[in-house]
């Protein structure tokens, strides 16, 4: 290899020069670590969560122009950039000079919660004015597409960047936006309950002052490179890493001599394929050839035939010249094309789009990625060179022979690909269906093309592709050579023989996979019929109600509206208390300039661990060899159980659970940097001796009786007895899954020896510094005065930092102690998902008496909670299911018994609602059930079975006034207009065959506070300075909730000085101790009250100086009391109530009071995909007073939406032998966008106050999640409007989350009864889609050649679509 080569690239303005760039060091790494710009995050480290979105811009040969736009900075190698100029978070605003208007309207708008994704989605948005200042709606949807968050659910950051938009489409006209009107746009809003509502507002931020967009503000792309870029176009470029060289040619020879020469080193562009491989999968490649630099692979040209694309052509490219070809070119010509864009429109998000190529997408052979087979279908050839020439190869399934193998010669490269024009007489279409609608690989996708003979209906050709339903594309050849001359109705009966699922099929879900062949099929078999219909060929009767089943569903930007009541007029304008003020930190977050912990600087000689996990589920650690490991460049050391001073425990309530332990984390590894310490780890040898039992099921650890202790049992009435006199009795169950955190920050700390007294600091993103700062104290055997946790802020939380990071943060602690130096622990994230649990999985066991009437008289309902291998917090977990269970029913009999069962999956922990919705969710699903079977619309079995009495009593006798409840649910169901809806809804149905709709409302009761009584207690320190300014301290944990705006409103109220003088730097167990975790919706009830102690206590001392001298200043008042030697500084402290529960007697006061609030959702679903889409919601809930209405919405929006990755996405994977599966973006999904109902409303409800919490206010943290379970309930009603089409009965089970693949398979029809191999009803060949189209009812329909005439039965009320 030549000398290595100068790599020149700048960063937001500033020029880079590397002598010696590694081609393994990707940009994120580079701006965190070596450019000290540590605005753009790590989320995921594999283009899946968009935290680490920057702008490239680079001079574009083929467009003549300078191009910008996003890439996600953890998959762009650096030595790829060489000429580029980067611009990151910091590189277009800052608070110090100037924010950009994104900024600025991100943070406003409340956008911004934690914080972590705000740079991310601030470069995405910015990109795309960089390309279009007067964006549209969909282009910010498409913008934001690849940006995960987990808190804000969409909406706002929607709301503050749709500013941008012309308000033409932007802005409702409801809302004074000017725009067009609502109801045009298919959104109708909330129906407004007009009477005494002149104090509601729906303003949330004023949009009076925001900064207009200056596009001169822009950093300009830097003259000198666009000299260098042309003369550098020539010179070829080299790379020499520690492992790895790049070879960069730039001219078509080079490459061929050096493919010839290196047949194995693989061609990289966008690094999408091999970069995951290489980052996350550990497979080494010492020589990769970058082709981006050669014009003949990034040339596009049109010609008669059609497009020719260069091999290493951006997704994005392709897009746009497909998107310019379908809008110029006649119809008939572009059918293919149209069919790729539908493709591209939703094949990964715009940041991975932009950066992966056509020729990579092809030739990476993985059956999960999408182009190849509507690539195959449309006809494209590939154009491959080598030293010995060129070829063309017609793309099809014969060029890939294996999983990730193709059938090119090894010294080949693909030059381009040529996507040929369609003809008069072709049909072409392409399917996916995925986990996520967006942003998601697909299960199965699959590329279909017929050629039909001119004027008649017989094929001339077929040909069908599939990905996904084996290891490589699969053509269903029979089904294409024997269709040919016959009527494409005869395919299905082929199909069925050709396409053979393996059961073992990578990823499982066989027989989905099977049903979306055919169903994919009969939607195009739907298409071309419709086609040949209007061209007069056909005579097959297309009933009306098929037509929707052809229209996929739309993905748009969420709308709607959100309200809250007003203060009063005579509330002071300076009170900043129940107004919609901004997160305290949000300019800082959108700017990048928050820190989290792994953004402080390197601490001088900072060593990194990595943990080495245990790969067994049950076993003993008979040896642990890291003589290998040791050896290592960069490695320090290894620290086991032997290294830990003081004890090898997690005392959690008398649970004592080893850190170092024979389950999760075995030794870690110390070394001089995160990737030594990372290979490191993989080399430690561990040896097990497996023991037996092993098991993971909550059905399997009730077989073999392995519980955890205590178990729980609350009764009211006499179940037993009420039970005989019920009318109706049913039987069943309902299981939940569980739920991974996915907080955007993974979790991590720095421990810093202070190397005098054995003082240490740690620098942690926990919830609970008190328990932290214990356990290491524990494990170090030193007292806790010498040891202070830091806790500037989270970049989310959840409930999966309070426990688990106490640990880590044990074993970082003690490889600090060890080594004596700073140590820094960053879970990647497929660790952080093996080893910090997730939510409980439950299931639900019940007996129900009931009446016809839908009064339930009865309900005895045994709950078992998936443990994991240790207690964790399970137990309390359960309480609150438990405790949960009656929701907002008074059911006068009523048992719940609650069991955690022990297995040996990692063990399962808190997360926002605590057991909450789990328990509800099982009682919600009793009414659904009962509604189904007494005929009745389960909203009036529940509002029948509602607690109404304003001294109404839980089934553990806490006395409540359900009041509230009933106001949210009474006015959420008239503002959802539900009975319009509903009966609109059954017309939708009774009209469409394959789409069905369903509408589901609930109402909640949720506990706020601690049950453990001791708990509920907060405080803080206030201390006021000379100059008047204010620093508030208190035990809440900031994780983008915004308890620290609420605090500072809270003093900004009782001390009369502005929120801008008043200012929280950290959470510290030094300033205030044995702080109460922030968790159980109750931060801001206890802190805010310590807040306002500590500040009254102020004003008490200041009230002298300032009766004395009124007309002074705040400022003045304080200088004056320190010369009057008058403290300013002040502690403040709440003893929240007595909660506590007997649970001997299964009585007490568990909750300090109760939030209410009620949700309806309506979707529709798919039934032969299985997708959905949440068409709206509306939800009003009960905050009491809001002290910052913008905050709450906020956390209803983010709650609500978390809740819809819970009952309707988000699905764990453990293999047969309990590995977790789901250990990345890749593979487990939260909600994006796309998930977000398309209208989304959400209300406080006016009028409520709560006498039990800091200004008449309520906690709401967690109950939104619950209400998603409402999305759960109408799919289901949908799905069972599916059923009955079949003639099957309304009750059949389905499973929480509610996903495609059960969605579909509950939908029993025709296609999976083929797919579960239960089809024996073989009609007369040829029958068989006309059959499908008349759905059974072929008994009516007269079948000749092919042409099917429907019968007056088989035409439902006159609905048959007719030419
Ligand atoms: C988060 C994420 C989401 C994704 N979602 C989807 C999705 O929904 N649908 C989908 O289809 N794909 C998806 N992908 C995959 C993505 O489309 C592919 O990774 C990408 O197209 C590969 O292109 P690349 O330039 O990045 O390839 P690279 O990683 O650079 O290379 C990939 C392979 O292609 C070979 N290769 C590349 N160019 C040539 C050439 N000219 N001649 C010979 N061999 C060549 C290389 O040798 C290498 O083996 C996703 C990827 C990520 C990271
Ligand atoms: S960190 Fe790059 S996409 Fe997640
Ligand atoms: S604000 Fe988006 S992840 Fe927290």
Same mark, same amino acid.
């Given at each position: 290899m030549s000398s290595p080569s100068e790599l020149i690239f700048f960063v937001n303005g500033k020029k880079v020069v590397e002598k *010696?760039? =590694?081609?393994?060091?990707?940009l994120l790494s580079f701006l965190r670590r070596r450019a000290g710009l540590t605005g753009t995050k790590y989320g995921c480290g594999s283009g899946g969560c968009g935290a680490c979105t920057v702008m490239v811009s680079r001079y574009s040969h083929h467009q003549a122009r300078v191009v910008h736009y996003t890439v996600n900075a953890c998959l762009q190698?650096? /030595? $790829? +950039?060489?000429?580029a100029a980067v611009v990151t978070v910091e590189g277009i605003g800052s608070t110090k000079t100037k924010l950009h208007p994104v900024q600025e309207r991100i943070a406003k708008a409340h956008g911004s919660q934690c914080g972590f994704c705000t740079p991310g989605m601030v470069m995405s948005m910015y990109t795309l004015l960089r390309n279009k200042p007067r964006p549209s709606m969909e282009d910010i949807r498409e913008a934001l597409g690849g940006n995960i968050c987990r808190c804000t659910g969409y909406r706002p950051i929607i709301d503050g960047f749709k500013t941008f938009c012309d308000s033409e489409t932007s802005a409702c006209c409801q809302s004074g936006g000017g725009g067009k009107c609502c109801m045009e746009n298919g959104i109708e809003g909330s129906k407004s309950l007009n009477s005494e509502e002149s104090d509601i507002s729906e303003e949330l931020f004023p949009m009076d002052d925001l900064l207009p967009l200056d596009p001169s503000q822009d950093l300009i792309f830097p003259p000198e490179l666009l000299i260098m870029e042309k003369k550098l176009s020539g010179e070829a470029l080299y790379f020499q890493g520690q492992r790895v060289n790049l070879v960069a040619p730039s001219e078509l020879s080079h490459l061929l001599e050096l493919k010839a020469e290196h047949p194995s080193a693989p061609l990289v562009v966008g690094n999408t394929t091999i970069g995951p491989e290489m980052l996350l999968k550990g497979v080494h490649h010492p020589l990769l050839v970058y082709v981006g630099r050669i014009p003949e692979l990034s040339a596009v040209t049109w010609g008669e035939n059609g497009v020719t694309v260069g091999a290493a052509c951006s997704l994005s490219t392709l897009k746009e010249e497909l998107e310019r070809a379908v809008s110029e070119m006649e119809e008939s010509r572009t059918r293919g094309y149209r069919a790729l864009l539908q493709t591209l429109q939703c094949l990964a998000a715009k940041q991975i789009r932009n950066m992966a190529t056509i020729g990579g997408n092809l030739l990476s052979a993985n059956p999960k990625y999408d182009l190849s087979s509507v690539s195959a279908a449309v006809g494209c050839t590939l154009h491959v060179a080598s030293k010995d020439g060129t070829r063309d190869i017609p %793309? *099809?399934? #014969? +060029? %890939? $022979?294996? %999983?990730? #193998? $193709?059938? +090119?010669?090894? *010294?080949e490269v693909l030059l381009s690909i040529n996507i040929p024009c369609s003809k008069p007489w072709e049909f072409v279409a392409a399917y996916r269906q995925a986990q996520r609608r967006e942003f998601a690989f697909s299960i199965v996708n699959a590329g279909m093309k017929v050629v039909i003979r001119e004027g008649t209906d017989i094929v001339e050709s077929l040909n069908i592709y599939y990905g996904g339903v084996g290891p490589t594309l699969v053509r269903p050849g029979r089904t294409c050579q024997q269709l040919v001359g016959r009527l494409l109705t005869e395919a299905c009966h082929f199909l069925k023989e050709d396409v053979d699922v393996s059961p073992s099929i990578h990823g499982g879900k066989g027989e989905y996979r099977k049903s979306l062949v055919f169903s994919f099929f009969f939607k195009f078999y739907m298409q071309v019929v419709l086609e040949m219909g209007e061209r007069g060929v056909s005579d097959i009767d297309l009933p009306l109600e098929y037509l929707s089943a052809l229209k996929p569903f739309k993905n748009e930007a969420p709308q709607g509206q959100q309200s809250y009541q007003l203060v009063s007029e005579a509330q002071p304008s300076v009170d900043p208390v129940g107004r919609p003020s901004m997160h305290q930190s949000a300019f800082q977050q959108a700017t990048g300039e928050a820190k989290y912990y792994d953004d402080l600087p390197p601490v001088e000689g900072e060593l990194f661990i990595f943990m080495v996990t245990s790969t067994r589920a049950h076993a003993k650690i008979t040896n642990v060899d890291p003589s290998e490991a040791l050896e290592m460049p960069g490695v320090v050391t290894v620290v086991s159980?032997? =290294? /830990?001073?003081?004890? *090898?425990v997690r005392l959690w309530f008398n649970n004592p659970e080893e850190l170092f332990a024979t389950e999760e984390i075995v030794c870690a590894v110390v070394a001089e940097s995160r990737e030594q310490a990372r290979r490191a780890a993989q080399k430690v040898q561990v040896t097990y001796q497996d023991l037996l039992p092993v098991f993971f099921t909550i059905e399997d650890a009730i077989k073999h009786e392995s519980y955890f202790e205590p178990k729980r049992k609350v009764e009211r009435g006499d179940v037993d007895e009420a039970l005989k006199t019920a009318e109706c009795i049913l039987e069943d169950e309902i299981y939940m899954g569980g739920q991974e955190h996915f907080y955007m920050e993974t979790q991590g700390l720095i421990a810093v020896p202070r190397g005098e007294n054995e003082e240490m600091d740690l620098f942690v993103s926990t919830q609970h510094g008190a328990f932290t700062q214990e356990l290491v104290g524990m494990a170090l055997g030193i007292e806790s005065n010498k040891i202070t946790c830091h806790v500037k802020r989270l970049g989310g939380g959840f409930g999966g930092k309070v426990m688990k990071i106490a640990s880590l943060s044990a074993i970082t602690a003690v490889a600090a102690h060890k080594t004596g130096k700073a140590v820094r622990c960053c879970l990647d994230r497929g660790d952080d998902m093996l080893i910090t649990g997730g939510r409980h999985p439950f299931l639900g066991k019940y007996k129900v008496g009931y009446n016809s009437d839908g009064t339930i008289v009865a309900a005895d309902i045994i709950y078992y909670s998936n443990g994991g291998c240790t207690l964790d917090e399970s137990s309390f977990i359960m309480d609150k299911a438990i405790l949960h269970m009656d929701n907002g029913y008074k059911i006068p009999n009523l048992r719940g018994r609650g069991v955690v069962c022990k297995t040996y999956l990692p063990s399962n922990t808190a997360f926002r609602g605590f057991g909450g919705p789990q328990g509800l969710m099982v009682i919600e699903s009793v009414l659904h059930e009962v509604a189904v079977r007494c005929g009745l619309p389960p909203e009036k079995v529940r509002d029948v079975n509602m607690y109404r009495e304003e001294l109404s009593y839980t089934h553990y006798k806490q006395p409540f006034c359900p009041t509230s409840m009933v106001r949210c649910w009474d006015e959420c169901l008239d503002r959802a207009d539900y009975e319009d809806r509903l009966r609109a809804i059954q017309l939708f149905n009774s009209s469409n065959r394959w789409k069905k709709r369903g509408i589901a409302a609930v109402p909640q009761k949720f506990g706020v506070g601690f049950s453990k009584g001791f708990y509920n207690q907060g405080a803080s320190l206030v201390n006021i300075f000379k100059d008047g300014s204010v620093l508030v301290t208190h035990g809440g944990t900031e994780m983008g909730q915004g308890i620290h705006t609420k605090a500072i409103q809270i003093a900004s109220r009782v001390l009369k000085v502005p929120m801008s003088s008043i200012f929280i730097k950290e959470t510290c167990t030094g300033n205030v101790p044995n702080a109460a975790p922030s968790a159980a919706s109750f931060g801001t009830d206890a802190v805010g009250m310590a807040v306002k102690d500590a500040c009254e206590k102020l004003m008490r001392r200041l009230k002298p100086l300032m009766e004395a001298n009124p007309k002074n200043t705040w400022k003045q008042w304080a200088s004056d009391a320190f010369f009057q030697k008058i403290s300013l500084s002040a502690t403040g402290f709440f003893m929240g109530p007595a909660t506590n529960v007997d649970w001997e007697k299964g009585e007490g006061q568990a909750y300090y009071y109760f939030t209410y609030g009620a949700c309806c959702s309506e979707v529709e679903i798919d039934c032969l995909t299985g997708d959905h889409k949440n068409i709206r919601t509306d939800i009003v809930m009960d905050v009491g007073k809001s002290i910052n209405p913008a905050l709450d919405i906020g956390q209803v929006e983010g709650g609500f939406v978390q809740g819809v990755g819970l009952y309707t996405i988000e699905e764990l994977q453990f293999s047969p032998d309990g590995v977790l599966m789901t250990r990345g973006p890749s593979q487990y999904k939260v909600p994006s966008l796309c998930d977000v109902p398309a209208e989304f409303n959400v209300h406080l409800l006016a009028n409520s106050e709560n006498p039990h919490a800091i200004y008449l206010s309520k906690g709401i943290g967690e109950p939104p999640v619950f209400f998603a379970s409402t999305l759960f309930f109408a799919i289901k009603a949908a799905i069972a409007e599916a059923r009955k089409e079949k003639g +099957?009965? =309304? $009750?059949f089970p389905l499973s929480s989350p509610a996903t495609a693949e059960k969605i579909r398979m509950a939908c029993q029809d025709q296609f999976t009864e083929m797919a579960i191999g239960g089809y024996h009803h073989v009609r007369q060949e040829g029958a068989l889609l006309l059959s499908l189209i008349s759905d059974g009812r072929d008994g009516d329909s007269v079948v000749h050649s092919g042409v099917s005439v429907l019968g007056p039965q088989g035409d439902k009320s006159g609905l048959v679509y007719r030419r």
């Open positions: *010696n760039a =590694d081609p393994e060091e990707v190698q650096i /030595v $790829t +950039l060489h000429c %793309f *099809n399934e #014969k +060029l %890939f $022979t294996a %999983f990730g #193998k $193709t059938a +090119l010669r090894p *010294n159980a032997g =290294d /830990v001073p003081g004890a *090898n +099957l009965g =309304d $009750t």
